[in-house]
C-alpha cells in the first residue's frame, strides 16, 4: 500500500481516501446514493464519532474535492497540500479499518467475582487489586452487574442511615444483594469481540451512566470475559485515534 502511495500524486491520493470514506460511510448506513457528500457527512454525525469528530474536516475536504477535480477525476485541477493528504487518509483508516479495542485498550486480565461474596470480601478485593469495577457472574455463569467502588459506597451509606450496622453490611450482604437493589443497570453494556475503539467511545458518548464495557466472544451475558473498558479509559482511546 505504502509503495503504491508513493506512485501517486498528492490529488490522486486525495481522490481516493475521499472515495473510500464515500463509499464506507453509504455502506455502513445504508444512505442514499444521491445524497451530497455534505449531507452525507451531516447525517452521519449522529451515528459514527469520527465523522462527529472531523465534520468540519469532511465538510471542507468535499468542498476540495470539487475544486481538484471539478467533476471529472481523471482532469485534475489542483494538487492539496500534503498534510491535507495525510489528516484525509488518516481519517479513512479510522473509518475503514478501524482499531479494534481488544487490541489496544482492553484490560485483558479480567478480574472477576461471585456473586455470592460477602460485601467484606469485595471490598478486600478491590482494595488488593486496586480495580475499581468487577464484573459479578452468578452461580450459572451469567453476569449480573458491576460491583463499582462508588455504587458499594452509596449503598453502605444508605444501610447506615437507615439504622443498619456496618459490620453486619460487610458480613452479611452479598455483592448480589446490593446488586440486587438497584435501579437499572445501564451502567454497563456487553460488546462482541470486534468492538472498535470508535464504537466503545461511542457508547461513552451516549451514556453518561456508563462505568464498563464488557467485550466477550458474541456479546453475550454469558460468557466470560475477554476484556473491559472503563470510563477511565476513554482519554486512552482518543490518544489511539489521534496517533492512529
Request: proline share 2%; charged share 25%; glycine share 6%.
Amino acid at each position: 500500500m505504502e509503495n503504491e502511495k508513493k506512485t501517486l500524486s498528492n490529488a490522486q491520493r486525495f481522490i481516493q481516501s475521499y472515495n473510500n470514506i464515500d463509499y464506507a460511510i453509504r455502506t455502513r448506513y445504508n444512505l442514499n446514493r444521491s445524497m451530497g457528500f455534505s449531507e452525507l457527512i451531516r447525517k452521519s454525525v449522529a451515528l459514527n464519532y469520527i465523522v462527529r469528530k472531523y465534520e468540519d474536516d469532511l465538510i471542507d475536504y468535499g468542498r476540495l474535492r470539487n475544486a481538484i477535480v471539478h467533476g471529472n477525476e481523471d482532469y485534475i485541477m489542483a494538487e492539496p497540500h500534503y498534510e491535507v493528504v495525510e489528516q484525509i487518509e488518516k481519517i479513512e483508516r479510522l473509518l475503514t479499518a478501524p482499531p479494534k479495542a481488544l487490541e489496544t485498550v482492553c484490560r485483558r486480565d479480567v478480574l472477576t467475582i461471585e456473586s455470592s461474596k460477602s460485601m467484606r470480601e469485595v471490598i478486600m478485593l478491590m482494595a488488593s487489586s486496586s480495580y475499581s469495577n468487577i464484573p459479578v457472574y452468578n452461580e450459572n455463569g451469567e453476569i449480573i452487574g458491576i460491583a463499582n467502588g462508588q455504587k458499594i459506597l452509596d449503598s453502605f451509606g444508605k444501610y447506615l442511615l437507615s439504622g443498619g450496622a456496618c459490620t453486619t453490611f460487610l458480613n452479611n450482604v452479598k455483592i448480589e444483594d446490593m446488586l440486587s437493589k438497584l435501579e437499572n443497570n445501564d451502567y454497563y453494556v456487553f460488546a462482541n469481540r470486534d468492538l472498535t475503539v470508535e464504537q466503545a467511545l461511542e457508547h461513552f458518548h451516549n451514556n453518561s451512566k456508563l462505568l464498563a464495557i464488557i467485550v466477550t466472544k458474541n456479546g453475550g451475558a454469558k460468557e466470560r470475559p475477554l476484556g473491559i473498558i472503563t470510563g477511565t479509559d476513554v482519554l486512552k482511546m482518543n490518544t489511539i485515534l489521534e496517533n492512529y
